[in-house]
């Protein structure tokens, strides 16, 4: 058998659209050669197409890629903060575990006598004192 081609149709936005036509006007192709290009090219990188302005990655040229902002000092404090107090709740969690192991040990090590609740009531035929 050979390669078939199919058709795919969408619905887009007047306005992208129009930006569409533009792009294909612009590279003198038709709007659905923008269309095999594109899909061509998310086929042959699997799916993981990125757009990059033409100007190039760092957008006007003049800035820095990767691209850098400045974070105010409290932010950083906060951060710091929550950093802490994260630690200090996981010490304390492990040192909750080490303590419901150690219980966990005592009631396996222990020969203490369980004696349950319903057992304390007695057979029936017995008499029953109240309390109080």
Do not use: C, W
Not at 32 to 48: I, K
Not at 112 to 125: A, H, K, R, S, T
């Amino acid at each position: 058998m050979g390669n078939k081609n199919k058709t795919i149709s969408f619905r887009v936005n007047e306005d992208a659209f129009e930006t569409l036509r533009d792009i294909a006007e612009e590279r003198d192709i038709s709007l659905s050669a923008v269309f095999r290009d594109y899909v061509d090219m998310l086929v042959a990188h699997d799916g993981q197409v990125r757009v990059v302005p033409e100007s190039g990655p760092g957008g006007a040229g003049d800035e820095s890629f990767p691209p850098k902002i400045e974070v105010p000092k409290s932010f950083v404090r906060e951060h710091e903060r929550l950093e802490l107090e994260a630690e200090h709740l996981r010490e304390q969690l492990e040192e909750h575990k080490r303590y419901v192991n150690y219980l966990r040990e005592q009631l396996e090590d222990g020969d203490d006598e369980v004696i349950q609740l319903e057992d304390l009531d007695g057979e029936p035929d017995e008499p029953s004192f109240r309390l109080g």
